[in-house]
């Protein structure tokens, strides 16, 4: 069972296999000295964690002897290990390694010099419901590509829910094309229940992520699925148009047996900074078959004589959606060199 433990603990555990557990993750045998158990990680509060273990939930704290950098090394749905002293206080002392990430990146304005820092919001999804409303807020595809980018970068399999889906008859025209590229589409209501029990379906047995702005009715939509979990819900800002934040950080819940929902907060912006100009094509499927016709194996689609991607735009081919490629030339814009 692989593990990512702080080195001081590795040695209190086996001081001849410091080095080599935790590289290789095989602190986990029956020579390890200390009694611990395993839970997942439900939410994540200043100097506290929420740990879910069979069904009951319960407080626990860092390890001392971890550095206090490393409480940003722990993301809701995270397995951890922890041990419970005599008086029932639990105190976390690492975590196994991840399947699967969700994760963004955002700058960091407090130093002088701003940087990138990876933001994880979720671990070991299996699926991220991408949540898009049919209008109020307006229904924005580019927001849609870019978290489809975001969960494909995890290894996370994405499905698009439309909800609202009571206010509009109207089915926007792209939702076509992300079905034209295998990507699964469900729209919902949480007022008259449309799509409910199709989305149970899709999500049992799973970990789900919920991913999307702040007012599409991720919180409405939540309500349906666990109607004991009672999640806030927000109107739009009359001002902006756009919804106010009722999910203050990420959080998970059970639902059905083996099944989880980690909800996460409105996110207004996207960042996938990180990613170099080079690689952000391959977070577009759509372009491998054709990217493999253009005249230079380097190519990157954006200004390149003989691309393939870009003859198909020209000739209007099916296989190449305009609104996606403009969201491909966004993240080329802002992607490292």
């Known amino acids: 069972m692989a593990t990512l433990f702080d080195r001081e603990r590795n040695k209190r555990a086996q001081a001849k296999k410091d080095k080599k557990s935790s590289k290789s993750g095989d602190w986990l045998d029956e020579e390890a000295p200390i009694a611990y158990e395993v839970g997942v990680l439900a939410a994540i509060h200043s100097k506290r964690f929420e740990v879910m273990k069979d069904d009951e939930l319960f407080s626990a704290t860092l390890d001392k002897e971890l550095c206090l950098q490393e409480e940003q090394d722990f993301a809701v749905g995270d397995r951890v290990f922890f041990q419970k002293d005599e008086n029932g206080t639990a105190t976390v002392l690492g975590r196994e390694k991840r399947t699967s990430v969700v994760m963004r990146s955002r700058a960091d304005w407090s130093r002088s010099n701003h940087v990138l820092e990876d933001h994880v919001l979720s671990a070991n999804v299996d699926i991220g419901i991408i949540t898009v409303s049919v209008k109020d807020p307006d229904f924005h595809p580019r927001f849609i590509d870019r978290y489809l980018a975001l969960l494909q970068l995890g290894e996370v399999a994405p499905l698009i829910c439309l909800t609202k889906t009571d206010l509009s008859d109207i089915q926007p025209e792209i ?28 999500l049992r047995g ?4 919920f991913l999307g702005q702040s007012g599409v009715g991720k919180s409405s939509l939540l309500n349906a699925l666990i109607p004991e979990a009672q999640a806030t819900t927000g109107e739009l800002n009359q001002k902006t148009g756009k ?24 996110i207004r912006s996207i960042g996938l900074e990180q990613i170099p100009k080079k690689e952000i094509q391959f977070l577009f499927p759509e372009f491998e078959a054709l990217g493999t016709a253009c005249r230079f194996s380097d190519c990157i689609h954006v200004s390149e004589p003989g691309c393939a991607i870009k003859s198909a735009l020209e000739l209007q081919d099916p296989a190449i959606n305009k609104y996606r490629y403009g969201s491909y030339l966004k993240l080329i814009e802002e992607a490292q060199p």
């Open 243 to 266: 919804g106010k934040h009722t999910t203050t950080g990420s959080s998970l819940l059970k639902w059905d047996t083996n099944s989880y929902i980690i909800d996460t907060p409105g």
């Open 206 to 209: 799973k970990t789900a992520v």
């Open 175 to 202: 939702l076509a094309f992300y079905e034209q590229i295998q990507i699964p589409i469900l729209k919902t209501s949480s007022v008259n229940a449309t799509g409910i029990e199709e989305l149970k379906a899709a």
